[in-house]
């Protein structure tokens, strides 16, 4: 059973960086996709960052120089380093992952439960 556990949600002021992590378990996959989506209140869920097996990388243009995706342990933990918050970036963000290589933030199998951002002034 796969399993991804967000933290590291929080609440900051504008300008300010959080690091979000992700534990994934029961996953054993040697080609996957895995990322980060955000959903902010009344607005559509959208792909924030992807990173594939092979080390790939893709960004929303909205995060696009302000945020970093990596991976460690073997690919069993993903983070994504937020620097430079905007209000905008307020939402609640989601880990996923998929056995494929990313497409462009097309659909993912597995879904964490989320974690919260909130950026004020």
């Known amino acids: 059973q796969v399993q991804l556990v967000e933290s590291g949600g929080d609440s900051v002021e504008i300008g300010g960086s959080l690091r979000l992590s992700c534990v994934v378990s029961g996953y054993t996959y040697s080609k996957h996709c895995m990322g980060w989506f955000r959903q902010a209140p009344g607005k559509e869920r959208e792909g924030v960052a992807e990173?594939?097996?092979?080390?790939?990388?893709n960004y929303a243009d909205s995060v696009n120089g302000r945020f970093t995706i990596s991976k460690a342990n073997g690919g069993n933990t993903l983070y994504l380093q937020m620097n430079n918050l905007k209000p905008e970036d307020t939402a609640t963000y989601y880990c996923?992952?998929?056995?494929?290589?990313?497409?462009?933030?097309?659909?993912?199998?597995?879904w964490g439960q989320g974690t919260q951002v909130t950026v004020s002034s």
């Open positions: 990173i594939d097996s092979d080390g790939n990388m």
């Open positions: 996923v992952s998929d056995h494929k290589y990313c497409e462009g933030f097309a659909e993912f199998r597995y």
